[in-house]
């Protein structure tokens, strides 16, 4: 009878002795984007972040869990097993932990929320980096674990005694789960007293008062008379919004709402983006109260500095879900809350957003340039009548490009 080959001992030996130098590699690379992220993307990181270590899975723990997810081949290993190469963002408090894991959500990555009966808990994070090895480029998939300090203590306490034995005794997986349920109730604790004290130095300054939902709405409606406030609109997002970029009082955003060089700043950016759209007609047109509100605060926050400008592209980009130039980075499908969605077509509806200072739009059809790039970029093989970015061959039609 024969029978079904498991992963041999040996052969995956080699392979990660022949692996472990690009292991190696993206350990390192890893760590230091972990560590860019953080910076670019958290205020207060020092309060925030009380560890990140990296680490290689051991050759012995990567065989066993290769074992226990049916691995016949060592090629299979890596997207079998997606943390060879992991990072463990250890941080304060439970909310500390929610916004190290909104950076990645919002870029589209895999994010699970580990609660095991075991008294395991934590956020695991999958991306891929791209790496290029042996002249081939891939995707190297890396697991991100973002725990409390308290959920870090328990795996510090129990975890690694308990990772690779079989024989689990009843009592001492009580005893363990049992830890883990206290770290959770210190957790909870810790983030109550993070909260009460956030309240405190909220109520103790006159200026906060009057800043409520209602009083922003207020103000909102006040700056916005005319606009078009979408029923969804989030005041208690918007409020911590603005309390995380400093801004605690009406007072406070009155002054912003009137500075002249955060709306000039902000329409710059609007107009570079939109001026070639014929829907356009001032940034009204294409955002949100709300959605300004958060563009002029975060300008703000960094001083209308170039940092500034590149936060605010990110934040418009996020808001419209828009796809933008590979060239210059000018929005080129914006997918905003006037667009209609068409079924047939599979898309959101891109009439009329071609201005008349362009090409028409018969000779614009690129997901990667705006208007303006395609003409500067692209090249029209008049044997076949594709455009290409290579200026002297035709992809399409395997000729060198015949031109005019």
């Known amino acids: 009878m024969g029978g079904t080959k498991e992963l041999d001992q ?22 230091s984007y972990m560590v860019q992220s953080l910076q670019d ?10 560890h990140i270590s990296s680490r290689i899975k051991s050759p012995q723990r990567l065989f066993e869990k290769g074992i226990k997810r049916g691995v016949r081949n060592t090629k299979d290993i890596l997207t079998v097993v997606g943390d060879t190469v992991g990072i463990c963002i250890v941080c304060k408090n439970l909310s500390d932990a929610e916004e190290i894991k ?3 959500e919002t870029e589209g990555c895999h994010v699970e929320r580990k609660n095991y009966p075991s008294g395991y808990r934590a ?7 791209k790496v290029t090895y042996h002249g081939t480029t891939m995707d190297f998939p890396c697991e991100i674990q973002v725990k409390t300090l308290a ?5 510090v306490l129990s975890h690694d005694d308990f990772y690779s034995s079989d024989d689990k005794d009843e009592l001492l997986s009580d005893l363990q789960a049992r830890i883990g349920d206290i770290l959770e109730a210190v957790d909870k604790m810790s983030q109550g007293i993070r909260d009460g ?5 909220v109520a103790q300054d006159p200026r906060n008062d009057s800043f409520t939902e209602a009083t922003l709405l207020a103000v909102i409606e006040d700056r916005w008379p005319d606009a078009r406030t979408p029923e969804t609109l989030d005041l208690a997002y918007l409020l911590q919004e603005l309390r995380d970029y400093s801004v605690k009082s009406v007072a406070e955003l009155t002054k912003l709402l009137e500075n002249r060089r955060v709306q000039e700043f902000l329409k710059d950016i609007v107009d570079y983006h939109f001026k070639v ?10 955002l949100t109260p709300e959605q300004q509100l958060v563009l002029m605060v975060t300008a703000d926050f960094y001083d209308l500095k170039d940092v500034a400008k590149q936060k605010v592209e990110d934040r418009i980009y996020g808001f419209l879900q828009a796809e933008y130039c590979v060239n210059c980075g000018r929005i080129i499908h914006p997918t905003f809350f006037g667009s209609s969605w068409n079924e047939e077509a599979g898309e959101y509806d891109r009439k009329g957003i071609l201005s008349v200072q362009y090409r028409p739009e018969a000779d614009w059809d690129s997901d990667f340039y705006c208007p303006e790039c395609f003409v500067e970029t692209m090249t029209e093989c ?3 009548g594709v455009y290409t970015d290579n200026k002297d061959f035709c992809t399409n039609c395997n000729e060198f490009i015949e031109q005019s």
């Not at 956020?123 to 980096?129: K, M, Q, T, V």
């Open 151 to 155: 959920q870090h203590t328990w795996s």
């Open 382 to 384: 008049l044997r076949c």
């Open 277 to 286: 759209f014929k829907f356009y007609q001032g940034i009204d047109s294409v």
């Open 123 to 129: 956020i695991h994070i999958n991306i891929d980096l």
């Open 197 to 201: 004290m956030a309240k405190r130095v």
């Open 102 to 104: 909104s950076i990645w």
């Open 41 to 50: 993307n958290l205020r207060s990181q020092d309060k925030k972040v009380v």
């Open 10 to 31: 040996k052969d995956f030996n080699s392979w990660y002795l022949e692996h472990l130098g690009l292991f190696e590699r993206i350990k390192q690379r890893l760590h």
